[in-house]
């Protein structure tokens, strides 16, 4: 075998070998949140704040400054739209604006990565911030 041929198996190999890596990340970024998948990171991350209602009255609520958000009201609070872009930015939390303060939510776009890990796991984060948007969007109340 010459020596351009074994190079041009090897880059095969290897473009094999990363693809499923590549159409991975860009499924995810394409794919819209998932409701059911939110409700269990919901559950795990958000509900000892916001309660399992979402209605800001989780078991740890009254120890914290700040009352939590009633999360069904998202909707409402925004002249009947969801509004998809600052919740998502609100739970991501790493691109907050100094002027408004301190947050006294966790910033998840954080606390979803794993420090151990060392790949860009942006996709994956913003997967499961998709997800736990879709679900608080599910949840809102209809007019009252």
Known sequence: MSKTQ??????????????PLLTAAQTAEEEPGNAAR????????????????????????????????????????NGGKFPTEQTYAHIDGRSSVPAHGPSD??????????????????AMVRYK???LVAYIESMQEKGR
């Open 6 to 19: 074994r190079i041009l198996i090897l880059a095969i190999v290897l473009i094999a070998a990363v693809w």
């Open 38 to 77: 939110g409700r269990a990171s919901f559950t795990l991350y958000c509900s000892s704040c916001h309660g399992k209602s979402a209605k800001g009255d989780g078991p740890v609520a009254s120890s914290l400054k700040a009352s939590p958000t009633d999360l069904t009201q998202l909707s409402a609070s």
């Open 105 to 122: 939510m966790p910033v998840w776009g954080l606390s979803f990565q794993d420090p151990g890990r060392d790949t860009d796991q942006e």
């Open 129 to 131: 911030i998709r997800d």
